[in-house]
């Protein structure tokens, strides 16, 4: 955020070495950080000149620039969670949504995708205990090619981001379901973290779950169920069977 300073800084570097590729790079994101496009493509530009597209330098400011720039979808309705509007248009800047504008106000330059008349567009739906889907179920096949099949299926409805979730099964499948989700995420964003439901239940009120794997927390369990990183794992269990300093020593981990 102290984009002023590294500026400075940057523009120090290139007075010693101004084909220091990093030093132009950094500038580059500093300009796409502040809005400044036209600036961060004349760095662009002095990177092909000095290692041509193929170096790492350029791909990451390209991809950087491209993540940024402003697109529109339009729709005949848009639905944006509390009020539907009429010939409207969702504004997307790199990946993130910004706004919703009339489709009559949009820039002529601006790039719009156009749905087909009658379509609706409205956000997706968070799913946050998804067992299976597509024939898939997530205990069977704790996966990554598992959790993308799952998650297109419950594309075809409406949802697109979601919770592979376990059910109560051994620690080996527990630790197999972690793993996938963490690779899942590095190429699906719609998987947001894992659900784990159980093992930590009520063996006198199992549900659908197994009682024979029903049990105790353990000191383990505490490690393994922080191992997973950039993503949100929620634990379902009964709190008549868990201690407090559990429930703690997971939340503040």
């Known amino acids: 955020g102290q984009y002023r300073l590294a500026y ?3 523009q120090q570097a290139l007075k010693l070495d101004p084909k220091h590729k990093g030093a132009h790079e950094y500038l580059g994101e500093l300009y796409v950080n502040i809005k400044r496009l036209d600036k961060a493509q004349e760095q662009l530009a002095v990177l092909q000149r000095l290692c ?14 491209e993540d940024y720039k402003q697109s529109a979808v339009a729709a005949d309705s848009v639905f944006d969670g509390i009020t539907v509007r009429h010939n409207a248009a969702v504004l997307i800047e790199g990946q993130h949504i910004v706004g919703v504008a009339s489709r009559r106000g949009l820039p002529e330059d601006l790039p719009v995708k156009e749905l087909p008349e009658g379509v609706w567009l409205a956000p997706g739906f968070i799913d946050v205990q998804v067992n299976g889907g597509g024939d898939r179920l997530f205990n069977n096949e704790p996966t990554p090619a598992a959790i993308a ?4 299926a419950h594309r ?13 099964d051994t620690d080996e499948k527990m630790k197999q379901a972690i793993a996938a989700v963490q690779t899942a995420m590095k190429t ?12 930590f239940l009520s063996k006198e009120k199992p549900g659908i779950h197994n009682p024979e794997l ?14 997973l990183k950039g993503g949100t794992t929620v634990v379902t269990c009964a709190p ?8 703690t020593e997971l939340v503040n981990g």
């Open 156 to 168: 075809q409805f409406g949802t697109t981001s979601f919770l592979p979730t376990l059910i109560t």
């Open 214 to 227: 029903i049990r105790a927390a353990d000191a383990h369990h505490v490690k393994m169920l922080q191992s």
């Open 52 to 65: 041509t597209t193929a170096c790492p330098e350029y791909k990451r400011l390209h991809k950087a620039i």
């Open 188 to 199: 699906m964003p719609g998987v947001l973290g894992i659900h784990l439901e159980g093992p």
């Open 240 to 247: 008549e069977c868990v201690s407090g300093s559990f429930i």
């Open 149 to 152: 099949a799952i998650g297109a």
């Open 8 to 10: 400075q800084y940057y």
